[in-house]
């Protein structure tokens, strides 16, 4: 059983790229292995935000992810800020990571761009999701697409931090690797950059089967589709990459053959989207309405999860610590 750990970010509603790129999959790795997920506030504060409805957003995460199948009996669901660990691996990683590497992010080249003034957490933004996982020592990181990039830098961190301070007879970071969908690249519905809680171009996990529709008829397909005759190639459109993560195996290849033959147009291929991702996501929708009715029974959740993950967090910080030769350990 490997240790897993992902995050996602209080920055804005939950949108079907964050379902089908990432956590789908945290709901079936819970089953196989020891998984840790988060409710990564930390990271959100990188941007302007807005300081009254954080606590309120990173509620509406949690229940959101819980709503989707995250069992907190299978797996530890907290919240980044409230594991203090968090913060001081990050200083100490920050210690061994180039900074060329850091600006060299195209999440970071790309989100600095959209920033008058752009502050330091953000550059050092990949730093901190190191010691989301390191400090966990999770080997495998279920993310989409957008994070590879951090998920190698990630690597390299833990390499220089164990040359340097490890060993391997006693403590060192396991190097985790990226884990996949196949729809680990979903785009906005303009069909340009990817679809992000900060650009406004998203389908929400929780909109409800009228607004699913509204916002899916005029989403952008294979430019090459002008004319209703016109042949489409599922392989580049937005919309195939979505059936594949709401429509069965049968309903998938039938969407691609209509497509390549233009048998079907591109709004009768939008209909059966829509129609499985209604079925798909009603549910949902309606396991989130039931829990925002009990938010006590939400932050018990997050509690106990946060308590589990410290346990495991004051462990290797211990370790951390004495390696790289605080006094008493780094305790008074
Ligand atoms: P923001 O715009 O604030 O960065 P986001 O929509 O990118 O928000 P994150 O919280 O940064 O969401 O990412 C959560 C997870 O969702 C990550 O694993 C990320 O790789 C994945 N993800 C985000 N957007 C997409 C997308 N369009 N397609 C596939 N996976 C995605
Ligand atoms: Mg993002």
Redesign the pocket.
Known sequence: MARVF????P??EL?I??Y????QNWVKLQHQHDCLFSV?DL??IT?AYDVPSLSQRTLEMAIGLLASGLDPERCTLFVQSHVAEHTELNWFLNIVTPLGELERQT?FKD?AQRQESVPAGLLNYPVLQAADVLLYEATLV??????VQHLELMREIARRWNARFGDDAGFSFPEPQALLTT??????LNGQA??????GN?IGLLEPPDAIWEKLRPAATDPARVKRTDPGNPDICNIFTIHQGFSPPDVQQTVATNCRTAGWGCLDCKRVLSDNMIAVLTPIRERATALRAEPPKVTDILRAGAAKARAVAQRTMAQVRQRMGFLGGGVP
Do not use: Y
């Open positions: 992902s995050g996602i970010q920055s804005g949108h790229g964050n089908l790129g990432a956590f990564v990271h959100a941007q999440q989100k279920p993310v989409g697409e957008d994070q729809a680990k690249r979903v785009l906005g990817k679809m992000s809680k900060s650009l998203t």
